[in-house]
């Protein structure tokens, strides 16, 4: 199975059906037009990008398994690899598949190191972050990796967040979920904060009250007015976990005391974490010492490694082979050489 990237024009070859006085059947015309496409896709395998046989077809196109691991409709994923261990990809707000331009190497690098890479959907995923929260994130990210331990005896998960990705992370491992067990180790990759950047648009102090009122009034679960959040509907709940201090989605502002930090991400201190910091982030403002920050944020998880991307914007697409060597060491060195068995 391919999944190709939206943006990317897929070929056309020429039909039968496009040529009116072809005197064939418009059922020999359709036999022949997927000849033509099954020869341009055999033909697209065999380039630099992966091969007959690797992860990837050509640009934007990842050859592997989709598969339902969950009952919801949207609980869709997509597997390159047929390996024991897997990297679970887990995207920020309004992401889905193929969401980093980083992401079509790292299938290759897994791929020659005997690992999976995974994307996901899940009710947070796309539009549908606004509805959702942190606490059913986790619920079905502990339903993939329960389907990877059951249905292919998994050895272990490696989790790489991206974004408000990481703050998924987070909260899940603090769960101490049965399936967490099997995360061998969490990459962090851009953990920003949305709190302090929602500040930076206007409108977001009165959108936090009514949010706050709303709440307090019951309303939790009734969406705020459009203009708060123009790209998806969004409940009062999420607008304040996501925009308001101290929500349950503000795990890595630049304002919390150590103390504060450390309450948050403590727990990440029984996991091997790698922080990966865009020092060119469009998302964090200018107002905020990055260096100071992302040192912060290691000391809160007990010793996080840290990988400071020099000029890296938020989703690296400036920093991709820098990104694909960064993750690639810490899933070398951590991965299942010397790993126990979870469940022993």
């Known amino acids: 199975m391919t999944m190709e990237n939206s ?18 059947s418009w059922f020999s015309g359709i036999v ?3 000849s033509a496409v099954a020869k ?28 339902k691991y969950g009952p919801k409709p949207i609980q869709v994923a997509f597997k390159t690899g047929d390996y024991k261990q897997q990297v679970i990809f887990i995207g920020g707000l309004t992401d889905g598949f193929l969401a980093t331009e980083y992401l079509e190497p790292l299938a290759i690098a897994l791929e020659k190191e005997h690992w999976s ?38 050895e272990g998960v490696v989790l790489l967040g991206h974004s408000t990705g990481c703050q998924n992370i ?42 706050s009122k709303m709440i307090s009034e019951g ?38 005391s150590e103390d504060e930090l450390k309450q948050r991400l403590g727990h990440m201190s ?34 996080a490694e840290k990988v400071e991307m020099e000029h890296g914007i938020h989703s690296l697409s400036n920093r991709v082979e820098e990104a694909v060597k960064s993750i690639m060491e810490i899933i070398r060195r951590d991965g299942p050489k010397g790993w126990e068995d979870p469940w022993s």
Do not use: W
């Open 7 to 24: 943006d990317t024009k897929p070929s056309t070859p020429s039909s039968p059906l496009q040529t009116t006085s072809s005197p064939t």
């Open 32 to 34: 022949r037009s997927r």
């Open 40 to 67: 341009t896709f055999n033909s697209a395998s065999g380039d630099n990008f992966g091969g007959g046989c690797g992860p990837i077809n050509d640009k934007h196109q990842f050859r592997g398994v989709m598969f």
């Open 117 to 154: 890479l995974v994307q996901f959907l899940f009710s947070s995923s796309y539009s549908g972050y606004g509805i959702s929260s942190l606490k059913q994130d986790a619920l079905e990210i502990d339903q993939l990796i329960s389907y990877f331990i059951n249905k292919e005896e998994s």
């Open 170 to 211: 987070v909260y899940y491992l603090r769960t101490n979920a049965a399936c967490s067990r099997a995360v061998r180790a969490a990459i962090l990759q851009a953990p920003v904060s949305d709190r302090e950047y929602k500040a930076t648009l206007p409108g977001t102090a009165e959108m936090i009250d009514l949010a």
């Open 219 to 256: 309303r939790g679960s009734e969406l705020m007015p459009r203009e708060s959040n123009p790209d998806s509907p969004i409940t009062a709940y999420r607008y304040h976990s996501l925009c308001a201090y101290n929500g349950d989605d503000d795990m890595f502002s630049s304002h919390f």
């Open 270 to 303: 029984t996991t091997p974490t790698l922080v990966m910091f865009s020092m060119a982030d469009e998302n964090v403002p200018e107002y905020v010492d990055k260096k100071a920050l992302v040192n912060r944020l290691c000391r809160a998880m007990g010793g």
